[in-house]
T-cell receptor, first 113, second 115 residues
Framework: AQSVTQLGSHVSVSEGALVLLRCNYS??????LFWYVQYPNQGLQLLLK??????LVKGINGFEAEFKKSETSFHLTKPSAHMSDAAEYFC???????????FGSGTRLSIRP | DAGITQSPRHKVTETGTPVTLRCHQT?????MYWYRQDPGHGLRLIHY???????DKGEVSDGYSVSRSKTEDFLLTLESATSSQTSVYFC??????????????FGEGSRLTVL
């Protein structure tokens, strides 16, 4: 079975500051990991995904995430926050042989001017 | 944009009435999912389908049933709606899963209120 835990339901950073959103996973098989973003009143869209290739994954809009097996983590970072990054971010996991994709509870990112 | 249409987009109903939400795709993707989104819970998987007439339960399947009689349509039914089923429901599709896990494409959501 797979699960994800997102630490912090709300993160607030200043414009231009580092963004760090935390995700820890649990999986009985090698996981595939994803970050999705949801803007207000919209569905989710994929930011990036890890599928056992490079451990550092680059996504859209300057985001990246690093898969750390020893820490069972897949934290999302962006060096410099922009006002347009304000949204809710979801970490998700899927097992290597499973169709299920399980999401975390989400982290709402606010950007201060 | 992926061709996913959810209907209805908004619905208000009373406790005990049946409700069916429809997800229609034009992408011919094999995998289809129903999630519900609630504050503090993120997205929780209700049911999913890995082919015509092939479905399986997710994390929160109690009180819900699904059907997929053709590739393009995935129906979610609440046989007797309860207030706890008030939520925003999202349909998602994926071309692949498992070893070749691909991207989920989401519909715009269906907001259901059960009074």
């Amino acid at each position: 079975a797979q699960s994800v835990t997102q630490l912090g339901s709300h993160v607030s950073v200043s414009e231009g500051a580092l963004v760090l959103l935390r995700c820890n996973y649990s999986s009985s098989v090698p996981p595939y990991l994803f970050w999705y973003v949801q803007y207000p009143n919209q569905g989710l869209q994929l930011l990036l995904k890890y599928t056992s290739a490079a451990t550092l994954v680059k996504g859209i809009n300057g985001f990246e995430a690093e898969f750390k097996k020893s820490e069972t983590s897949f934290h999302l970072t962006k060096p410099s926050a922009h006002m347009s990054d304000a949204a809710e971010y979801f970490c998700a996991v899927s097992g290597s042989s499973a169709s299920k994709i399980i999401f975390g509870s989400g982290t709402r990112l606010s950007i201060r001017p | 944009d992926a061709g996913i249409t959810q209907s209805p987009r908004h619905k208000v109903t009373e406790t005990g009435t049946p409700v069916t939400l429809r997800c229609h795709q034009t992408e011919n993707h094999r995998y289809m999912y129903w999630y519900r989104q609630d504050p503090g819970h993120g997205l929780r998987l209700i049911h999913y389908s890995y082919g015509v007439k092939d479905t399986d339960k997710g994390e929160v399947s109690d009180g819900y049933s699904v059907s997929r009689s053709k590739t393009e349509d995935f129906l979610l039914t609440l046989e007797s709606a309860t207030s706890s089923q008030t939520s925003v429901y999202f349909c998602a599709i994926s071309e692949s899963a498992g070893r070749n896990t691909g991207e989920l494409f989401f519909g715009e959501g269906s907001r259901l209120t059960v009074l």
